[in-house]
């Protein structure tokens, strides 16, 4: 009996600081911190070794940490759900994402370094961008999609390149834009292809 207590004793010990790990892990990120593993570990009161020995890598932690912080598409959407245009869909996706982004640029900027330095099929980065720019382009499902898909994949694809972190930090890093500025020109471009496709959509 007192074997089982202590198992169970040690067991709940692990969940609280694995808990302790993860809840430090999503202070830091939404705090735009940098986020590393030393600095996760001395938020949640453990040394280093004890928070690699929860999680092997970084980007584990980081994925676990932003596991259910980005709400799905469509009640990211919900705001333009009533909309079928999709240009404005699209600029409502693109400055969604890009502000949460901004908000949680300390753990994105460590996942994205993570996956330069070890590409991973399994996808460590949240794949949300693709979610959005899919529930976005909804409405042309039935023009674009049907009379040209080639051109809708397209679509997909190009947004996929200016709406996402890799295009926001270009715009502010190399390009010294400030955070709302760089939003505004990601949204602009966005806005750009999307009006192009829903032209040739018209025109078709």
């Not at 051109?151 to 190009?158: E, H, I, M, P, V």
Request: glycine share 8%.
């Amino acid at each position: 009996m007192a074997t089982a207590q202590t198992d169970t004793g040690r067991s709940n010990q692990k969940k609280r600081t694995r808990t302790a790990i993860v809840d430090a892990a999503r202070v830091l990120i939404g705090a735009g911190s940098e986020v590393t593993m030393p600095e996760i570990a001395r938020a949640a009161l453990v040394s280093e070794a004890t928070a690699y020995r929860y999680f092997p890598d970084l980007p584990s932690l980081i994925g676990e940490a932003l596991a259910g912080v980005w709400p799905d598409p469509a009640e990211a959407l919900q705001p333009v759900a009533d909309s079928r245009d999709p240009v404005e869909r699209v600029a409502y996706a693109c400055e969604f994402l890009l502000r949460g982004i901004l908000a949680r640029q300390g753990g994105v900027r460590a996942m994205m370094a993570a996956t330069i330095v070890r590409p991973d099929p399994e996808s460590m980065r949240p794949g949300i961008r693709f979610g959005l720019i899919d529930h976005a382009l909804a409405p042309l499902d039935g023009t674009l999609g049907v009379t040209d898909p080639d051109a809708f994949t397209q679509l997909k694809r190009s947004l996929a390149v200016v709406v996402g972190a890799d295009a926001l930090f270009t715009l502010t890093d190399q390009l010294g834009l400030t955070p709302d500025e760089a939003v505004a020109s990601a949204v602009r471009t966005a806005t750009t292809l999307t009006q192009a496709a829903v032209r040739t959509a018209a025109e078709g």
